[in-house]
């Protein structure tokens, strides 16, 4: 008899040990991801994203998660530079902090939670990423690309 997806019905290869099942969210996360605080301008946010080549920024105050800021909402908050000078657009930018536009008490997970609950959290909320607390304190967070990675690896590697 062939294992199917309970989802979908899509037939499963054979031989996925059950091990992959019990995979958490410690063992695909990026730990001490790079943060900033909610005063931080909207204009480091951008900076920081682009050097650091990353979509999600958690927001924290003293290792305590505070907020989230996503790519998305960073660039529906941008002054538009066509239709405004662009000494207003920086001024904005350069002004404007991470906490007008960030979300705040973002949905978290824990280390321990099932890298299985964290996908289909991220799949059904429409999340991209969800940060990862450890006691009320910012110890990583896993994003879409984190899963992609290792999923990778099991593929790669036969499991």
């Known amino acids: ?20 099942r019990h995979l958490k969210v410690a063992d695909a996360m990026t730990a001490s991801p790079v943060t900033l605080g909610p005063e931080d301008s909207l204009m480091q946010a951008v900076e920081v994203m682009r050097k650091s080549g990353i979509r999600r920024l958690p927001i924290v105050v003293a290792d305590t998660l ?18 405004n000078s662009q000494e207003e657009f920086a001024r904005v930018m350069d002004t404007t902090p ?3 536009i960030m979300i705040q008490n973002p949905i ?16 059904t909320m429409k999340f991209g990423a969800l940060p990862v607390t450890r006691d009320g304190r910012l ?18 590697h036969g499991g």
Do not use: F, K
């Open 66 to 83: 505070v907020g989230i800021l996503a790519q998305g909402d960073l660039n529906r908050a941008q002054p538009s530079a066509i239709s």
């Open 98 to 100: 991470v906490s007008r």
């Open 108 to 123: 978290t997970i824990s280390e321990e939670t099932s890298l299985e609950d964290a996908a289909r959290t991220l799949h």
């Open 1 to 20: 008899m062939q294992n199917r997806c309970p989802e979908c019905g899509t037939a499963l290869p054979e031989g996925v040990p059950a091990w992959t």
């Open 139 to 156: 110890v990583g967070i896993v994003t879409d690309s984190d899963l992609l990675r290792c999923l990778i690896d099991l593929l790669a």
